[in-house]
């Protein structure tokens, strides 16, 4: 059983950054493949990034601007948000699932955090 905690959401004005952070228990976090996800009011769940191995696949909506990395030793891992934009506004959620280059459906989720971005 993994539990995932996400920290690091907030108000921002476009253009602005914010860094996600998102903390694993478990001894086995270097083993799983995470990922971002986020959910806009009125809007299905959208992936975000996604790590396959040492690959992350972004979103085309949000590459270029995003960049998702973790750090084993701390269990975490984060997204760091650029150039926010009006649209990025939505609860963000990261997730894991069991296997680094898994393809599988994500086996545990976060509560999520709000990312609020103004003009």
């Known amino acids: 059983q993994v539990q995932l905690v996400e920290s690091g959401g907030g108000s921002v004005q476009a253009g602005g950054s914010l860094r996600l952070s998102c903390a694993a228990s478990g001894r086995t976090f270097s083993s799983y493949g995470m990922g971002w996800f986020r959910q806009a009011p009125g809007k299905e769940r959208e992936f975000v990034a996604v790590g396959i191995g040492d690959i992350t696949r972004y979103a085309d909506s949000v590459k270029g601007r995003f960049t998702m990395s973790r750090d084993n030793a701390k269990n975490t891992v984060y997204l760091q948000m650029n150039s926010l934009k009006l649209e990025d506004t939505a609860v963000y959620y990261c997730?894991?699932?069991?296997?680094?280059?898994?393809?599988?459906?994500?086996?545990?989720w976060g509560q999520g955090t709000q990312v609020t971005v103004s003009s």
């Open positions: 997730a894991a699932r069991q296997g680094i280059y898994s393809t599988r459906n994500y086996d545990y």
